[in-house]
């Protein structure tokens, strides 16, 4: 069975510094990978998408993700965090019609 | 573009009520809609796969009895959540998969469900 696994549930970054949040997967075949973004009191947005390919994807304000099938991951990775990162980041994984989200990781962002 | 709207946003129930959440798809053809509940604190959990002219599939821990969804057409489709109580409060989110983009799903904000 397909499964998401994000193993931070919290990470803090400074503003500008540089932001990594992991995602690994379990899928067999290849898998349609996704990440979103859920800002405070908000439903989702989609940040990028990750369709068979090019394993480096951009996304949306700044983001970036690299799809690994021998490590089973697709982290997020943004160069400089804005205080407006600050929000709850969902991991993805597409099996037919439906999406199997991780549990979530929860970015703080300090001054 | 391909839009999702759910509304309402919020709602308050008393326990053992029963309150309607919709779900509009605008610029595109919606031929599944997927139903999600986040609880508190907690991620986002499948309900129940509805597409059009085909049987509504139910995850574990959820029923039609509880949970009946309408989906009767490519724009449209609402669910109810019966007998409200306490466990069921969280934010309901609708995902519509369009019919010309595999894999991608466009969600709504969402209708968060209080229970008094």
């Known amino acids: 069975a397909q499964s998401v696994t994000q193993p931070d549930a919290r990470v803090t970054v400074s503003e500008g510094a540089s932001l990594q949040l992991r995602c690994k997967y379990s899928y067999f075949g290849t898998p349609y990978l996704f990440w979103y973004v859920q800002y405070p009191r908000q439903g989702l947005q989609l940040l990028l998408k990750?369709?068979?390919?090019?394993?480096v994807v951009q996304g949306v304000n700044g983001f970036e993700a690299e799809f690994s099938k021998s490590n089973s991951s697709f982290h997020l990775r943004k160069a400089s965090v804005h205080w407006s990162d600050w929000a709850v980041y969902f991991c993805?994984?597409?099996?037919?019609?439906?999406?199997?989200f991780g549990s979530g990781t929860k970015l703080t962002v300090e001054p | 573009g391909a839009l999702v709207y759910q509304y309402p946003r919020r709602t308050i129930c008393k326990s053992g009520t029963s309150m309607r959440m919709e779900c509009q798809a605008v610029?595109?053809?919606?031929?599944?809609v997927a139903w999600y509940r986040q609880s508190p604190q907690k991620t986002f959990e499948l309900i129940a796969l509805?597409?059009?002219?085909?049987?509504?599939?139910?995850e574990q821990n959820f029923t039609q009895e509880k949970f009946p969804i309408s989906h009767p057409n490519l724009s449209f489709s609402s669910m109810t959540v019966l007998n409200a109580y306490l466990e069921d409060r969280g934010l309901y989110l609708c995902g519509a998969r369009d019919r010309g983009r595999a894999e991608t799903l466009y969600f709504g904000s969402g209708t968060r469900l209080t229970v008094l």
């Open positions: 509805s597409t059009v002219n085909s049987a509504i599939k139910y």
């Open positions: 610029g595109f053809q919606a031929t599944s």
């Open positions: 990750y369709y068979p390919g090019d394993p």
């Open positions: 993805a994984l597409s099996n037919y019609n439906v999406l199997y």
